[in-house]
């Protein structure tokens, strides 16, 4: 009898301890959330543009065990955008504090991080957060990869159509043109719009959407592979993600930030599926992240 006693007890301890992990992982209306029982840091995570957050939460490989160091990971399905109306900053702000809020997170310690497109986005909404004085206040923001200069991304992917040299490059300079196109219009007729809506711009050292990072700690994540991206798409340095985020890593020194860096990897631009990508979330390690999100 003591012992059927003893089973069931040890069964209800079991299934009592894997709610308590269950409840830990939450989806909710655009976003997976992963609590830390111990938490030190939240990270918040943007995708890329046709990516969601299980795509974030397989290919972001620095995520693997992180909630166990700590970690509360906010994976967002916010994508298809490589910039942020001041409406849209608005309700992405609102849309944070509310999911924090109703998963009873606390709001410190906060990171942002994107990949892709979603670095871009990621950077505009942690410029705002701190311009606005919001409640959500973030610490650091990481960038991986990112076309943060939209009028330079503009006039490479029409390069890339002429080049004609990558079936893939040459359909995506086809959309990028075509999209940006509508959205904003031609940056070599008329630069107003791409100086609002960029995050970023080279060529008039557009800085009014980065002002604000100078006060919080930014990383910006690339992987050059010059002899991969000439061999497979023909570009050189000035025509990669890695020219731009150099450039506004030097701008945000300018503007007086101590805690700013360019970080360039070498042969971490690796899929999950093996094949080699520069552009990829695995440019980022995971103890030296921790070692990043967690110190004074």
């Known amino acids: 009898m003591k012992s059927i006693v003893l089973i069931i007890l040890s069964l ?4 009592c301890t894997a709610q308590q992990q269950q409840s830990a992982s939450v989806k ?17 995570l943007f995708p890329c543009f046709p990516c969601n957050s299980e795509y974030t939460r397989t290919e972001a490989r620095f995520l693997k065990g992180i909630e166990k160091k700590g970690i509360t990971t906010l ?13 849209e900053k608005r309700e992405y702000s609102e849309a944070l504090n509310t999911i924090l809020d109703q998963n009873k997170v606390l709001k410190e310690n906060i990171y942002i991080g994107g990949f892709s497109s979603g670095g871009n986005v990621a950077l505009l909404i942690a410029n ?11 610490r650091g923001l990481f960038v991986v990869d990112s076309p943060i200069d939209l009028e330079k991304l503009y006039n490479d ?51 009014e959407n980065i002002r604000y990072l100078k006060d919080i700690k930014t990383r910006f ?17 000035e025509d990669l993600n890695a020219f731009m985020l150099k450039k506004v890593n030097q701008s945000l020194t300018d503007l007086g930030s101590r805690k700013t860096e360019y970080i360039e990897t070498e042969n971490r631009g690796v899929n999950t599926d093996g094949k080699k990508n520069p552009h990829s979330w695995n440019l980022v390690e995971q103890s030296e992240l921790l070692e990043w999100l967690l110190q004074e």
Do not use: H, M
Request: hydrophobic residues 35%; glycine residues 4%.
């Open 12 to 15: 209800f301890s079991l299934n």
């Open 28 to 44: 909710g209306n655009q976003y997976k959330l992963n609590k830390a029982e111990n938490q030190k840091a939240v990270l918040v």
């Open 75 to 87: 994976l967002l399905d916010y994508n298809q955008k490589l910039f942020l109306t001041k409406a």
């Open 128 to 138: 705002f957060l701190l311009e606005t004085k919001n409640q959500i206040q973030p």
């Open 157 to 207: 992917a029409k390069k890339d159509i002429a080049r004609n040299v990558n079936k893939e490059a040459v359909e995506e300079g086809k959309f990028l043109t075509a999209l940006l196109g509508e959205k904003l219009g031609n940056p070599n007729l008329d630069l107003e719009k791409y100086k609002q809506y960029s995050p970023y711009l080279i060529s008039c050292n557009s800085v």
């Open 221 to 237: 994540y690339c992987e050059p592979s010059l002899e991969w991206q000439l061999k497979n798409k023909n570009r050189r340095y």
